[in-house]
């Protein structure tokens, strides 16, 4: 029986098969994007094998690199696998946020910032409306999920969990000009 934390995942794939046929959305998941919230389901991005990650085979052979790694590709602003979510946003902030059983963040919004979520461990949810007195829609937050939400989206974290910290990595970045960050059309 599968523990209800670890999301089923596919076996990597590798980088040369990744890499060979480059589209807009760099991990092939679905974007899920209701009111503004980009959410990756951990199950639905693609893992990556390197054989070694990053080689560098101009360097003395200790530091060629070796072995495997497998890499989850999020979100790619870089040219050629560019997804145009966070075109001309700089970095803000970095933290790690534990939410013991019970906890949450307070319900608001962020003018001017985007936040990227990680989930490390632990079993949430992700609140979020496009403005006050929008419906609230409920998002379930498992280990490997990733959401992305724009500054004007109203939205709050919970561990809703009887036992165990909600931990996520919080990336923060100042959106272009202090203006929303929109999304563009993928193909």
Known sequence: MQDSETPWEPEPIDAEVFHQDVQANINRAPYDQAFGVTFKRAAHSKRVRYSPAEPAPEMPEPWQGNGETVVRWLFSELPGT?????????????????????????????????????????????YHRPTDGSPVIARVLRPGDAALVRGDEVHNVANEADAGDLRLMVLGLHSRSGETTTLRESK
């Open 82 to 126: 560019a997804e145009h979510l966070l075109e001309g946003a700089t970095f803000a902030f970095l933290h790690n946020l534990a939410l013991p059983p019970g906890a949450a963040t307070g319900q608001k919004a962020h003018p001017g910032l985007v936040h990227i979520y990680y989930v490390i461990s632990g079993a949430g949810r992700l």
